[in-house]
């Protein structure tokens, strides 16, 4: 299958108010404070050996973290703050599960370099620490990298000429991340009875949808993106139309056509046609997990880009389009065989409906649930 072509317009952001404090015209995207909009890359790495949490400021609501980021082109060890609401740290759980996640999302810009035996990525704009399906912006932040020419590299270049942009990004990673809090404050939850995983659920005109990506494991029909579990359980797995079928547990089901159309009318407020609605996407898309960055997220239905996975031919399959698209299956409306895809692209304006030939039924996309029959 090609991939799916989306209008590639542009977006416009509405941050939050602390944003616009910071910037005197708010940022679309947070490579834009590095006046690089388009160039930055944000991606999950794995944290090695120990975390370090150090006292909580309950005043200041200051949680101090230090770890190691290793994996693949990246090992620095990072120091700072992160800003986390009291009764988020009073959670017994909530240290264990930071130690249990194990990774940060690092954004960052240009592509790995040589320092004696090892090519490391050094262009660090900020990091991101996950507890959870939580992500917390570390400020004040502090990286000293393993490798000693990394590192002297990192001082004469980076450290102290980025640091104001590094500590604009934090402000900008900071609010996404309360605005995202806000949104699932106002959520209800659903406990798949299947295999214990929640997901937040939201209403739209008196039906309830899964407001996160399905991570049910539906054995050879469905993968996370490059056989990573950190991407599942970020933006769900990836579902061929077998497995997309059986995803949804009972009592909920695979969103028909028509009420994907319904979803985006009552969401949006267009009852005339959502392709009246002007630029609503980055209202749907996650404030994070997309190339450059996200969406307001402000009506809480939160989209990752997911990517998707091609299968070309009899053994050949590619993992495509993390960063930049995501992909919806939609059950077939009555006895009507045709199957479609509800899709967005990085830059798209809208969400846009795409038939999926019989070619591609095999593909891996992403699942939402809505309740009842």
Not at 154 to 173: D, M, N
Not at 244 to 262: F, M
Not at 344 to 372: E, F, H, W
Request: net charge neutral; aromatic share 14%.
């Amino acid at each position: 299958m090609e991939r799916i072509k989306l209008f590639r317009l542009g977006i416009y952001s509405v941050l939050a108010l602390s944003v616009a404090q910071v910037f005197a015209a708010p940022p679309k995207t947070w490579d834009a404070i590095f006046n690089a909009e388009g160039q930055g890359d944000y991606a999950a790495a794995k944290i090695d050996g120990n975390i370090r949490f150090g006292e909580y400021t309950h005043y200041k609501n200051v949680q101090p973290v230090s770890f190691r980021v290793l994996d693949d082109k990246f090992d620095f060890s990072v120091a700072g703050n992160m800003t986390v609401p009291a009764k988020m740290v009073e959670d017994p759980n909530f240290y264990e599960n930071c130690r249990n996640t194990m990774e940060a999302w690092i954004s960052y810009f240009d592509k790995p370099r040589h320092f004696g035996n090892e090519d490391l990525i050094i262009n660090i704009a900020g990091v991101d620490f996950a507890c959870g399906n939580d992500l917390f912006n570390v400020h004040d932040l502090r990286i000293k990298f393993t490798n000693p020419q990394a590192q002297k590299a990192w001082v004469a270049e980076l450290e102290g000429r980025q640091k104001y942009k590094r500590e604009q990004l934090s402000a900008f990673r900071v609010a996404e991340q309360e605005h995202r809090a806000e949104i699932r404050d106002k959520s209800t939850s659903f406990t798949d009875p299947r295999d214990g995983q929640v997901y937040r659920i939201i209403k739209v005109e008196g039906r309830e949808w899964f407001a996160q990506n399905v991570n049910y494991n539906v054995e050879g029909h469905s993968w996370c993106y490059e056989d990573k579990d950190s991407y599942c359980a970020r933006s769900g797995r990836l579902y061929d139309l077998e497995g997309a079928r059986k995803a949804c547990p009972e009592g909920w089901h695979l969103p028909r056509d028509r009420e994907w159309s319904d979803m985006l009318k009552g969401l949006t407020g267009c009852y005339d046609g959502v392709d009246k609605c002007g630029n609503f996407a980055t209202k749907m898309k996650a404030t994070t997990g997309w190339q450059g960055g996200g969406g307001t997220d402000e009506y809480g239905f939160t989209i990752f880009s997911s990517g998707y996975r091609k299968v070309l031919g009899k053994a050949t399959i590619r993992y495509e389009d993390m960063g930049e698209y995501a992909g919806f299956w939609s059950a077939q409306n009555g006895r009507n065989e045709t199957i479609w895809l509800w899709a967005m692209g990085r830059m798209s304006d809208q969400m846009v409906r795409q038939l999926v030939p019989a070619t591609a039924k095999n593909n891996g996309y992403s699942v939402r649930c809505i309740n009842g029959n």
